[in-house]
């Protein structure tokens, strides 16, 4: 029996319809119902989220939800014209953000290593780099995470990162680098067929 074989045919340890949700039958949306977004899923889901592993529990994700016509607009004068429609149109758009002042919080976070958030204040560079891969890391955690609270997300990068630093982050420093709209999916949330995939063969060495 291959290894491949083995995968197919294992048990999950969530039940079926809790993997349809998260991942199989999850789209990248961008057709959206009128159903409102409340502030209380976004908190559910970052409850989900908030629980994945970052490097020394760093947690350097930071999230700024965009909701009011306003703050859209703004928001939709930052993005590449492709995206433009797709942030006026989602119930909710989330700017995600890496926070290179992610230290400060060490000593609540991660106090089994005492005095890192002393180590890491003059390291700028350092913590500019921790911050953005585990800001990453983290935004697939919330992508997750929204769509077993029932939400589906549309992520995107395709946009003006350092001018929406500039509108809406002022002197925090945080750094943003993914805008996430957020909502309920209409039908499958997507006019086109979903994409092949690579099977774990193709990417996947064993030594």
Do not use: C
Not at 34 to 61: F, H, I
Not at 78 to 89: E, F, Q, R, W
């Amino acid at each position: 029996m291959t290894a491949t074989t083995v995968l197919q045919t294992a048990p999950l340890a969530i039940d079926e319809e809790a993997a349809d949700r998260i991942f199989r039958t999850a789209r990248t949306t961008s057709l959206w119902t009128d159903a409102d977004v409340s502030d209380t899923q976004l908190e559910a889901a970052w409850d989900l989220a908030k629980m994945g592993p970052t490097q020394m529990n760093t947690l350097p994700l930071r999230v700024l939800a965009v909701r009011s016509p306003e703050a859209k607009d703004r928001l939709v004068a930052h993005m590449a014209d492709g995206n433009k429609s797709k942030v006026s149109a989602a119930p909710v758009s989330l700017v995600l953000a890496a926070d290179p002042a992610f230290h400060e919080h060490l000593d609540v976070l991660f106090p089994v290593y005492p005095g890192i958030k002393d180590q890491l204040a003059p390291a700028a560079e350092t913590r500019e780099q921790m911050a953005r891969n585990n800001a990453f890391l983290q935004a697939g955690y919330l992508v997750v995470a929204l769509r077993a609270v029932g939400l589906a997300a549309g992520p995107m990068n395709g946009m003006d990162a350092e001018g929406i630093d500039r509108e809406f982050f002022g002197d925090s420093g945080w750094k943003s680098f993914l805008v996430v709209n957020v909502g309920v999916a209409d039908g499958e949330g997507s006019p086109y067929p979903r994409g092949p995939r690579l099977s774990f063969d193709q990417v996947a060495q064993t030594l």
